[in-house]
């Protein structure tokens, strides 16, 4: 991990965490931490919580136990200098692809002169130019995300966290924004929390890759991903990417077999 820390601690941590709704309890028993420049990928199955996860690290919602502090200080409410990509776009359908770009930076109280300037860089980013008056509803799920991700990036936050932000666009373009956001990234190196289902993304992006397990889910391996940064496309032809990969795979299918075992 990249032990950079604010107010002496590091920037997001999470200790004792677990979350119910009702009867269902969700994860339990959750900790770790990241630091100020440091990338953690969240991989795990489907409705072990990654999503719940990160919307009690941005503040949208509590935790049932422990807590989650950032910068030192405990997380009761969404903060300014966070920003989410959201699995399901989050896109306002009311907003053009502009002014859904523009909204974090407005919010922020951005002068509109500053609004011109910065949004088409990050439209252009995510290559929507040319359609920054289309409504979210006139294109496709993957440009959907895509804005979602010009958004995040738009008020240059100092924590993003992002939910499977390239979940719904094809298998070429993921590839693209992966290495577009790296490059991002290695520009300006932020804490980020990454959550995919996505093996070879979870290595490729991430510092350390976290795989969440079980029913409730607790945290079962924290692999350190120590491939050179700044990593690009060559990053996939390394040997150790191709070890990783396989070590986050078996532990994951050794998972998918036990719950296949129980049902
Ligand atoms: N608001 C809610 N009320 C009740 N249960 C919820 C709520 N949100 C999520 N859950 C439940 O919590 C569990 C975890 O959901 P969550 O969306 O966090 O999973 P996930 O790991 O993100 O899954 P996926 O990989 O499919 O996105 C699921 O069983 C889901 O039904
Ligand atoms: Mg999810």
Redesign the pocket.
């Known amino acids: 991990m990249n032990n950079a820390t604010v107010n002496g601690q590091p920037r997001i941590v999470v200790s004792g965490a677990g979350k119910r ?2 009867a ?1 309890q ?1 994860f339990q028993g959750v900790d770790f931490e990241v630091g100020e420049r440091d990338v953690l990928t969240i991989i ?1 199955p ?8 990160l919307r009690c690290i941005d503040g949208l919602i509590p935790l049932t136990e422990g807590g989650i502090t950032m910068d030192g200080e405990p997380i009761t409410a969404p903060r300014e200098g966070v920003a989410m990509v959201f ?1 399901h776009f989050g896109l306002f359908p009311w907003k053009t692809v502009f002014q859904n770009v523009a909204y974090g930076l407005k919010l922020a109280g951005a002068s509109r002169a500053e609004i011109d300037e910065k949004v088409p860089g990050f439209i252009n980013l995510v290559g929507l130019s040319g359609f920054e008056d289309y409504y979210p509803y006139q294109i496709s799920g993957g440009m959907q995300q895509r804005c979602g991700v010009a958004r995040a990036l738009a008020v240059e936050p100092r924590v993003l966290l992002m939910d ?1 932000p390239f979940g719904a666009v094809d298998a070429q373009t993921r590839e693209i924004l992966q290495f577009e956001m790296l490059r991002i990234w290695e520009a300006r190196p932020t804490t980020m929390v990454f ?1 995919t ?1 996505a093996i070879d993304e979870a290595v490729l992006m991430g510092d350390r890759v976290m795989v969440l397990k079980g029913r409730p889910s607790s945290v079962h391996e924290v692999i350190e991903v120590d491939l050179p940064r700044p990593r690009d496309r060559s990053t996939l032809l390394h040997p150790r990417f191709a070890e990783l990969r396989e070590h986050v795979w078996s532990t994951l299918m050794k998972e998918a077999k036990e719950a296949e075992f129980k049902v």
């Not at 489907?46 to 996860?53: D, E, N, P």
Request: with cysteine; proline share 0%; hydrophobic share 25%.
């Open positions: 709704y009702g269902l969700v795990g489907s409705g072990c919580g990654k999503t719940t996860l699995q499977e959550v289902h």
